[in-house]
């Protein structure tokens, strides 16, 4: 199935995984596989459904509760607010987890557990920009304007960003 994807031949590569589920249903390596193939080919119905087994099969699969989160966010909003959560929840040091958990929790209207779960992120120093930009957002809406600042500031500082994301988050401070 990966050499096939490799190849670019999806179709030969989810014909695989359902070879290696017939075998072994209970296959998480598989069902897991096949969900990031489907998702990957844009089937989101049937990546849903894949993504949902691999729930059942490890309910603790911070990866599937993620992918369910974005996958449901246009039709089911509470819903991917809920997979975010699951998803931070089991594991709180991924920052992409935290940042889309703080972005679903802004837009249903919860900006103050949004900032909290951004200023985690911040804390750590951690180099994910989105969560910065998100953060420096919020306090910029909420006018707030100095703390947006220290927050882009922070980020312009950190290691991790590549010299263009230095430079974006200098002008976002100065602005």
């Not at 119905?45 to 992918?67: H, I, Q």
């Not at 802004?106 to 994910?128: N, P, W």
């Amino acid at each position: 199935a990966f050499v096939h994807n490799a190849l670019g031949q999806n179709t030969l590569a989810e014909k695989s995984f359902h070879q290696a589920l017939a075998l072994d249903p209970n296959s998480l390596i598989a069902q897991t596989n096949l969900a990031m193939l489907l998702g990957e080919m844009g089937r989101m119905g049937a990546a849903e459904k894949a993504f949902r087994r691999v729930m059942v099969l490890d309910p603790n699969s911070a990866t599937a509760a993620f992918n369910l989160a974005v996958i449901t966010a246009q039709k089911q909003p509470r819903q991917a607010l809920q997979w975010a959560k699951k998803a931070y929840d089991l594991n709180p040091q991924e920052p992409k987890y935290a940042y889309t958990y703080a972005f679903y929790l802004r837009e249903q209207g919860d900006t103050t557990r949004a900032m909290q779960v951004l200023q985690r992120v911040v804390d750590r120093k951690l180099a994910y920009p989105d969560a910065y930009m998100l953060l420096g957002n919020i306090h910029e809406t909420q006018g707030i304007f100095w703390e947006a600042r220290r927050v882009y500031e922070q980020a312009a500082r950190l290691s991790g960003l590549t010299q263009q994301e230095r430079m974006f988050f200098e002008m976002q401070a100065r602005r």
